[in-house]
């Protein structure tokens, strides 16, 4: 999506969420973005998959809590 905007990103988007960091990792050999909660639980945010049957398994929803 592209956003053509005079704006900022922040005004656009809003502040950063504080508290929740965001890491890069692999689960079963897949790249995925996951945030930590407060409750130390890892949740999925994103899945970059080049595999599209990875997309229709909803093991790789996001929210999903990933070890």
Known sequence: MVLY????????LGP???GA?????????????VRV?????RRLERLLST?????????WQPGQVVE
Not at 21 to 33: G, H, K, S, W
């Open 21 to 33: 960091a965001e890491m890069l990792v692999e689960v079963d050999q897949r790249p995925c973005v």
């Open 5 to 12: 905007t005079p704006l900022a990103l922040e005004q656009v």
């Open 37 to 41: 909660g407060s409750d130390g639980r």
């Open 16 to 18: 950063p969420s504080e």
């Open 51 to 59: 595999d599209p049957r990875d997309f229709l398994d909803p093991r």
